[in-house]
């Protein structure tokens, strides 16, 4: 035991000694090279001396690095998050000038520029090599994991039950089932595909089934995540809608919003969500009822000490080769995604919309600093034993709504999202406990034009039309409402914009047109309540036909005073929804029909909701390509019906029950939740998460015995 002891010892110094020679040779050579950086007095030094003088300033450097760098990042949290990138490569250089300063005979001498670019390129080089030699090193490796974890454990994180399976449920924001599927196939995503038997390696056995779902009307984020985490996404008719009794729109995505969709779907189900128990949430809109939070927009919206939100950036950052490493690859995602851009307008590309502005540096903290961020942290939930963990990576989601969610660009994001499906298996192995890992998706992404880019106008300038209303010559242009813009604005503690999306009626009589994806709300702020068919049509009786029968618009849901949820669609078509027979066919559907089974049940569902529009606006769809049109600068988008948007999936461990009995479908989020919730009550018992009345209200797809786990995998239909 002892002899073990003293062996683990002797490699950790060896590997210290490894990296400490690496950075004296690193900086040797930048030495060499860079004119303004010097390891040699006035008069010149031999070289033994020099290298002498190389190795004092490379281990200095890396013991300030060391000592001082986690107390610069623990105080560098009351600064936006961002911020904290920018600084990374100032921090760096301030620590190697004052590592040269220590060098006896001021041999060590460089100005800021060169100081900043010889740190981070050592910090880079002696974290890849103290990284490739504790991988070749599996008993160390393994040894430092338990450290971790007992650590953690020590500082108290939360009940350990070493038998007891933990569950980290991943979502991969805005990932269809189909493009999983051929994903998988072309080996995109290689570790999907050997989780279904798919990767044909000899011997190769599904250990996961996949099971596609379907969305409610609201197929975002939004709604989704807010279902699955707390069991209720009731009254989220979009991801923005006009509130007549408030006056306020409600944005799923602004921090002030999150707040009260979160509190309201408390008080509806009284309970705190999927995660109460030992749970962790990490990158999402909402908590889930947890209490370890890091990126959680919910709470970006509070101030002070209590906002524990954002320590998932100091467990990050606190390694400064972390932070470098980030740091770089934000600037190469940057240059990047500026490159992809020029290529698609210099080959003129259709569809296209605009990749300019901030969006390269929004893409970049989707892509990196957001993932990086929130994979480690889930990292630290798995070595400290937590029970439950949900996190989102939005990586996929930013990218496909401006180059497509087929591209080659969104393809290059899965590939390096299942690099870190490598990493979070890897950990897994060596965690306090044995974890099922969960991947799942939110929504899919339908492909498609905008609307503006085929008709030349916006929906709010087509609304205006029908309403008698004068019609800017220039079309106004929508900003895209993807869930990366509005964790940038919450890292960097600014309010989300206002207006996005969104046309502002002038005066009080004027409607309010919103865009969600390729759904659309008309409210007329000026009436209190919900107005109806005969009501609208009174007041402007070319609005609706307009609307109806133009060749980008699907269907229109209106209320009728007489007969309740009317859903329109052109030539004059009307579909009573609470006339519809048991099983209608699609004659009886009307415009519903190319949307797909549980089209009419979706809507309405929505019109039931307190806030839905005075009229909810779907656009068209063909089902031959899969396209709609996009009421935002989208060309993948997602929000409404029609297309992969309502069809995201469930990848899950055969260890668990079947999330639905087999023939039937998984629809809702709220139906998901509570599957995830049933299988953490097969890991915990009943009692962890305890039942809520919204689980007694609605009846569980599936009892939790009914179906023992197989070697059952749903098969891409699409095939």
């Known amino acids: ?14 590997r210290v000694i490894a990296v400490w020679a690496v950075s004296t040779l690193t900086m040797l050579v930048l030495a060499g090279i860079l004119p303004d950086f010097k390891l040699q ?21 890396g013991l300030l690095s060391a000592l001082v760098w986690p107390l610069l990042v623990r105080a560098l949290l009351l600064v936006p998050a961002l911020v904290i990138g920018l600084l990374t490569f100032f921090l760096n250089g301030s620590l190697l000038l004052l590592a040269l300063r220590l060098i006896p005979d001021g041999r060590g001498d460089a100005n800021a520029e060169t100081a900043v670019v010889v740190a981070a390129v050592m910090s880079a080089v002696a974290s890849a090599t103290g990284g490739a030699l504790a991988v070749r090193d599996d008993d160390a490796y393994r040894r430092r994991l338990y450290r971790l974890a007992d650590r953690r454990r020590r500082r108290g994180a939360g009940p350990q039950h070493a038998g007891t399976p933990g569950t980290v449920f ?48 609201s197929s975002q984020t939004g709604a989704s995540q807010l279902g699955i985490l707390h069991g209720s996404n009731h009254d989220v008719p979009a991801f923005r809608w006009y509130e007549k009794d408030t006056g306020e729109v409600m944005v799923s995505n602004r921090p002030a919003s999150a707040v009260e969709l979160q509190r309201r779907a408390i008080a509806r189900t009284g309970d705190g969500g999927l995660l109460t128990y030992d749970g962790a949430s990490r990158g999402n809109l909402f908590s889930g009822g947890a209490d370890q939070l890091a990126l959680v927009l919910s709470m970006a919206a509070r101030r002070g000490k209590e906002n524990r939100s954002r320590a998932g950036y100091f467990a990050y950052f606190s390694d ?51 993932r990086d961020v929130v994979v480690a942290a889930v990292i630290g939930d798995m070595l400290a034993g937590r029970a439950a963990v949900y996190a989102d990576l939005v990586a996929y989601d930013e990218v496909a709504h401006h180059s497509g969610p087929t591209s080659g660009d969104a393809e290059k994001v899965l590939r390096r999202l299942d690099r870190s499906l490598v990493l979070l298996s890897q950990v897994a192995e060596h965690a306090p406990r044995p974890y099922r890992i969960v991947l799942l998706s939110d929504h899919g992404q339908s492909p498609g034009e905008t609307y503006r880019a085929r008709y030349g106008l916006t929906l709010g300038d087509l609304v205006r039309a029908g309403c008698g209303l004068p019609v800017p010559r220039r079309a106004r242009r929508t900003r895209s409402g993807a869930e990366a813009r509005a964790a940038v604005r919450a890292a960097l503690r600014r309010p989300v914009e206002e207006g996005t999306g969104e046309h502002r009626p002038r005066r009080i009589a004027e409607p309010v047109v919103l865009a969600s994806g390729n759904l659309g709300l008309v409210s007329f702020p000026d009436v209190p309540h919900r107005m109806t068919r005969e009501e609208i049509d009174r007041r402007h009786p070319a609005l609706l036909p307009t609307l109806a029968n133009h060749p980008g618009i699907g269907f229109l849901l209106v209320r009728s005073a007489d007969r309740g949820p009317l859903v329109l669609g052109a030539r004059g078509a009307e579909v009573y929804l609470d006339e519809l027979p048991a099983d209608p066919g699609p004659d009886a559907l009307g415009p519903l029909a190319d949307f797909g089974p549980g089209a009419a049940d979706a809507v309405r569902r929505t019109d039931g909701f307190p806030h839905t529009a005075d009229i909810m606006v779907n656009s068209a769809y063909d089902p031959l390509d899969g396209e709609v049109l996009a009421f ?52 915990h018992g009943p009692e962890v998460p305890r039942v809520t009345p919204a689980d007694d209200r609605l009846p569980d797809p599936v009892a939790p015995t009914a179906f023992p786990a197989a070697d059952h995998v749903v098969q891409d239909k699409t095939q």
């Open 1 to 14: 035991m002892r002899g073990g002891r003293w062996r683990t010892v002797g490699r950790g110094l060896g």
């Open 320 to 370: 400064p080769a972390n932070a470098v490493r980030t740091a770089l690859s934000f600037v190469a995602e940057v240059g990047r995604e500026i490159g992809e851009s020029t290529r698609a307008r210099l080959r003129r590309r259709r569809p296209r919309v605009s990749r300019g502005g901030l969006y390269p540096f929004i893409r970049a903290f989707a892509t990196v600093v957001e």
């Open 632 to 683: 935002e600068e989208q060309i993948g988008s997602h929000g409404g019906l029609g297309g992969a948007q309502s069809r995201p999936f469930l990848l899950s461990p055969l260890a668990l029950s079947r999330p639905v009995a087999e023939g039937t479908e998984l629809v809702g989020a709220e139906a998901v939740h509570r599957v995830l919730r049933r299988w953490l009550r097969e890991a």
């Open 41 to 61: 007095s006035d008069d010149g030094d031999s070289a033994t001396r020099i290298a002498v003088t190389a190795a004092l300033g490379a281990g200095a450097f």
């Open 170 to 217: 991943l979502q991969l924001d805005g990932v269809g089932h189909d493009v999983l599927c051929r994903a998988a196939r072309k080996g995109v995503l290689p570790t999907v595909a050997r989780w279904l038997g798919a990767d044909g390696g000899p011997g190769a056995r599904a250990t996961h089934r996949l099971t596609p779902w379907r969305t409610d009307w």
